[in-house]
């Protein structure tokens, strides 16, 4: 009887690190079988019948959130400084021009290559200007840190940060 | 004015007397001071209260940024694709052109006859460094390359190329130093450095994925052999076809073989020294543990 007992309460306490500690999962095995008391050998060996059976119920207390569930929208204020926050998927797929302007991949690029021609799997590698409209959603989804340029040395994209060669567009001379 | 009244007055002062001080926790507005918005219910006045006609404009439940009522949203519609990867650890340079660090010569806001650091330039007040936006010093880019026609002796963070070949085609000298962010956050602003009265700190060796570029004499790097840097010299000249001039001949030459130590920060100033702004004095270390901390030999 205390094998079985202690073999349990080794199982507990492994399971134990995840969460908090050992406390819920003891009070929930008692709600669910009110009429067990921990000191029987009942408990004992319903508890590693249903460690055996169902893992998941003992491992996981029930309505206590664990972690933060994963949320796309934006948060515009946060609950510890009450501060805008950057939508994550955004900074994932999209990289910023200096100017303002948002590049982004072409939706498919790896899907079906077998029946895609050489040209256009040619053009799928390119990465493509969003729109105005586009522009101005996806900055006001990030927060200003990433709105201000970054002056990285050799970076790739140091030619597109300008519009310095438009006449339309260009900035110098003021 | 009556008696009953001077009676009044008295129990209204030492009530007054008794209750706490005013503060801003317990006083109140005047009354009448404050009109509260009115909701107006007639013809006009209760209309729409401006919020629109119909739909969730008018019960102002908007649709949150991006959502496009069950369609596959524009901002996750395409993979991801890893443009910002490791952006909290890429050091950044912001850039200066040639064409503005002409400008700056020609308006008498840098000395030519005194070698040009960091914290020269950024005493213009025209070029900032933000050591926590994670700035690591100036890049200087070829922007006006053919137009620059000072002769500097220049110490800058990055320097490409062109740049290094356009300064010394007027027989100038540049040095690419790094910047560790503490030493960084004293040479931008030097008075508010001294105001905090700690001493200078010594330069510390550049990080791994910045060793190589730094001790490339190609790169005018300030932990190369001058010896390297000197041939590397010649070596541009033809490469870019200008004759190299000659500095033994200057009349500046001692100010154009003026560089800072590796551990320096300040010209003039040894790492360990505090700088007293109110008395204007320096102060040096006396004891040797702290002389061999700030000067290994």
Redesign the interface.
């Given at each position: 009887m205390l094998q079985t007992l202690l073999r349990v309460g080794r199982q507990l306490t492994t399971a134990v690190p995840y969460y908090a500690s050992a406390a819920p999962t003891l009070l929930q095995c008692s709600k669910v079988f009110p009429g067990t008391c921990h000191n029987s050998m009942k408990f004992g060996s319903l508890c590693s019948t249903i460690a055996k059976q169902h893992n998941s119920l003992l491992f996981q207390p029930t309505n206590v959130p664990l972690c933060e569930p994963p949320t796309?929208?934006?948060t515009k204020f946060s609950l510890q400084k009450g501060k805008r926050k950057t939508?994550k998927?955004?900074?994932?797929?999209?990289?910023r021009l200096h100017w303002g302007g948002w590049?982004?991949?072409?939706?498919g690029?790896?899907k079906k290559m077998w029946k895609k021609s050489a040209k256009r799997r040619h053009r799928l590698k390119q990465h493509l200007l969003c729109n105005s409209t586009?522009s101005y959603?996806?900055d006001?989804?990030v927060t200003k840190f990433w709105r201000?340029p970054?002056?990285?040395?050799e970076d790739p994209y140091e030619p597109y940060h300008t519009r310095e060669e438009h006449p339309i567009a260009r900035r110098k001379p003021a | 004015m009556s008696v009953t009244n001077f009676c009044k007055l008295d129990t209204a002062l030492n009530l007054l007397r008794k209750l706490p001080r005013v503060t801003l926790s317990n006083i109140k507005d005047n009354p009448g001071s404050k009109k509260k918005p009115k909701r107006g219910r007639a013809q006009h006045g209760g209309d729409k209260h401006g919020a629109g006609n119909k739909g969730s404009g008018q019960r102002q439940n908007y649709m949150r940024l991006g959502y496009e009522t069950g369609n596959n949203p524009f901002y996750l519609r395409f993979q991801m694709e890893p443009y910002y990867k490791g952006h909290h650890l890429r050091r950044q340079y912001p850039p200066l052109s040639l064409l503005q660090l002409q400008k700056l010569i020609d308006t008498s806001r840098l000395p030519v006859d005194k070698p040009i650091d960091l914290t020269a330039i950024c005493n213009t007040g025209l070029y900032v460094c933000k050591p926590d936006k994670h700035h690591f010093g100036i890049n200087l880019t070829d922007e006006g390359a053919d137009l620059f026609q000072a002769k500097i002796n220049i110490e800058v963070q990055w320097a490409s190329e062109q740049v290094i070949a356009a300064v010394e085609r007027n027989g100038g000298v540049i040095t690419t130093a790094y910047y560790d962010p503490q030493s960084l956050w004293a040479a931008v602003n030097p008075r508010r450095f001294f105001m905090k009265g700690v001493p200078i700190p010594k330069r510390m060796i550049p990080p791994q994925d910045a060793i190589d570029y730094y001790t490339n004499p190609a790169n005018r790097g300030y932990l190369a052999d001058p010896e390297k840097v000197s041939w590397e010299r010649l070596v541009l000249s033809q490469k870019y076809g200008y004759k190299l001039p000659e500095i033994e001949k200057d009349p500046q030459y001692r100010m154009l073989c003026e560089r800072k130590d590796p551990l320096q920060v300040f010209f003039g100033l040894e790492p360990g020294w505090v700088v007293n702004l109110h008395d204007r004095k320096i102060l040096k270390p006396c004891d040797e543990e702290v002389k061999a901390f700030y000067n290994p030999q």
């Open positions: 796309r929208t934006v939508v998927a955004v900074v994932k797929r999209f990289f590049i982004r991949t072409v939706a690029r790896h586009q959603l996806l006001k989804m201000t970054k002056y990285y040395v | -």
